[in-house]
């Protein structure tokens, strides 16, 4: 009898050792979550300079690097992937939007150079529906 109690209470003992690591390790995922959207979501309505969105743009970008987001033929990062990261700028001169990667992998000297005391507007931010981290931004020029 004390045996069978010993062998139940030891597989209960099991179960709840691990729905507690399955906890803990969903509440560490959720504020990292929370603090890698901390980092972008600061921006969000707000004016910011050029300089400010350039290293915006080289935080994104670092950020797909470590991530191992897959580039298309054209050398831009895909959006599919749940710890993908874009940013999109519409410049006032211009229609067109401008991706991340259209500026720092050509112009970024030149961004930095046209652009350092210029304003910029966070106007959209967009998140994963997997894991409800940042997925986009979106910047206008004011």
Do not use: P, W
């Amino acid at each position: 009898m004390k045996k069978k109690l010993l062998v139940i209470l030891g597989i209960f003992i099991i179960i709840l050792l691990f729905v507690v690591y399955l906890l803990y390790n969903y509440k560490k995922d959720v504020i990292q979550a929370q603090n890698f959207n901390r980092q972008y979501e600061v921006y969000y309505e707000k004016t910011i300079l050029g300089t400010d969105l350039a290293t915006v743009l080289n935080k994104a970008m670092d950020h797909n690097k470590k991530n191992d987001v897959a580039k298309d033929s054209e050398n831009k990062y895909y959006q599919e992937t749940e710890k993908s990261l874009l940013i999109e700028i519409k410049f006032a001169e211009s229609e067109k939007t401008f991706k991340m990667e259209d500026i720092l992998l050509r112009d970024m000297e030149n961004f930095i150079n046209f652009y350092a005391t210029a304003s910029f507007k966070c106007t959209k931010i967009e998140y994963h529906e997997s894991n409800k981290q940042v997925k986009s931004l979106y910047f206008e020029q004011v």
